[in-house]
Structures are given as C-alpha cells and as structure tokens.
Antibody
Framework: QVQLVESGGGVVQPGRSLRLSCAAS????????MHWVRQAPGKGLEWVARISHDGGNTYYADSVKGRFTISRDNSKNTMYLQMSNLRTEDTAVYYC??????????????WGQGTLVTVSS | DIQMTQAPSSLSASVGDRVTITCRAS??????LNWYQQKPGQAPKLLIYSASSLQSGVPSRFSGSGSGADFTLTISTLQPEDFATYYC?????????FGQGTKVEI
C-alpha cells in the first residue's frame, strides 16, 4: 500500500518562507516522478509542480514559478517544496502525489492526505 | 497553458440516474486526459486515465470517452457514494492543468 505523508504546513506571514516535505513508502520512490497539487479553501484543484524520478527535470505552474522550488532526496524517500515570498493566495491544502505511466497513460495514482498552509498577517 | 473547461459546474441527480460530465481542452491533447473524484475532506482519487481506461479497483459504472479536445465522464447508475466533485486533468503538456470541477449533489 503506497503511503505519502505530507508535513511542514502551518501559518506563515506574507513574504516569508516555508518548506513542505512528502515522505514516501511502500513503493520504489527513486523510479517515480512526483507532483505537488494544491487546493485553496472551497476551491478546485491546482497543479503546482512536478519533478522527474532523478530530480533532473522540474516544471512549475506560472503562479508559483520563481518563488517555489521542488526537489527530492531519493536516499531519504522524500520530496520537498520550498516556498518563498509567500502570498495570501498561496493559502491552500498542499497534496503530494505519485505519478505512474508513460505518454497518454501518465496519471496521479496515489495521493497524500495533504498539509494546510495558511498565509496571513 | 492548456485550459480545461468542465460542464456543468454542478448538477443535481438522484440515486440510479445516469450522469454525464464533459471536459473540453483549449487545444488538442490526444488521450492525455484523466478523471478524479474528490469527496469532502479527502484527497482526490483517480478514476479514469488515458481518457477511457478504468483505474484498478474503480467500479465499472464509471466510464470515460473522447479524444482530441472533447471528453466525457459517465456514471451509468449513480450510487449514494458517488456524490462528490469530479475533476478532469490533462497530462499532455509539461505543465499539467485541472478543470474547475463538477459537483454532483442530490
């Protein structure tokens, strides 16, 4: 049973930084691409970022590009999201998700339970 | 970025109804289209991938169709546990995007 456990959420002031972690277990983490997806209170899902299995390729949504950095440590089976210059509109539950498949079969087949980030003064 | 537009945004249905949700991409995305279900307070759950492939463990009353830019999620016979919000998502581009969601309620 794949397990993904997010941590690091909390309340932070605008302009400050926060680092989220996603601890993975019960699957071969080092061969899996990983994603972050967020959901603002009462809103829909928003894709945030993705990272290839070896960390060599990363992509970001325009809304976070230049402020957020996705990374991973395969020796620790952990993915990270470093969030800087946070804005009130970054307030959301942040989910990590595991990707599987190739080409048109690419999908997010396992999700964590999420960690809440609140940006407020 | 590729924009994904779902219709309707919400719908009212009854147990036993056939429900259809549509998703339109702003450009051709072949079959790079997934569907997820989300219930309140829970993480999303994958239902359909590659437009029409049923994820393992998902009941067969869920089906997906379409290719190119227009896609459909169908629930053949709505069950009580199917009241939820449904999202389409494209994996065609390097930056993925979700539809705005369709809430299925009583």
């Amino acid at each position: 049973q794949v397990q993904l456990v997010e941590s690091g959420g909390g309340v932070v002031q605008p302009g400050r930084s926060l680092r989220l972690s996603c601890a993975a277990s019960d699957f071969t983490f080092e061969t899996s691409a990983m994603h972050w997806v967020r959901q603002a209170p009462g809103k829909g899902l928003e894709w945030v970022a993705r990272i290839s299995h070896d960390g060599g390729n990363t992509y970001y949504a325009d809304s976070v590009k230049g402020r957020f950095t996705i990374s991973r440590d395969n020796s620790k089976n952990t993915m990270y999201l470093q969030m800087s210059n946070l804005r009130t509109e970054d307030t959301a539950v942040y989910y990590c998700a595991k990707a599987v498949g190739l080409w048109e079969k690419l999908r997010l087949d396992s999700w964590g339970q999420g960690t809440l980030v609140t940006v407020s003064s | 970025d590729i924009q994904m537009t779902q219709a309707p945004s919400s719908l009212s249905a009854s147990v036993g109804d056939r429900v259809t949700i549509t998703c339109r991409a702003s450009q051709i995305i072949s079959s790079y289209l997934n569907w997820y279900q989300q219930k309140p307070g829970q993480a999303p759950k994958l239902l359909i991938y590659s437009a029409s492939s049923l994820q393992s463990g998902v009941p067969s009353r869920f089906s997906g169709s379409g290719s190119g830019a227009d896609f459909t999620l169908t629930i053949s016979t709505l069950q009580p546990e199917d009241f939820a919000t449904y999202y389409c998502q494209q994996s065609y581009s390097t930056r993925w995007t979700f539809g705005q969601g369709t809430k299925v309620e009583i």
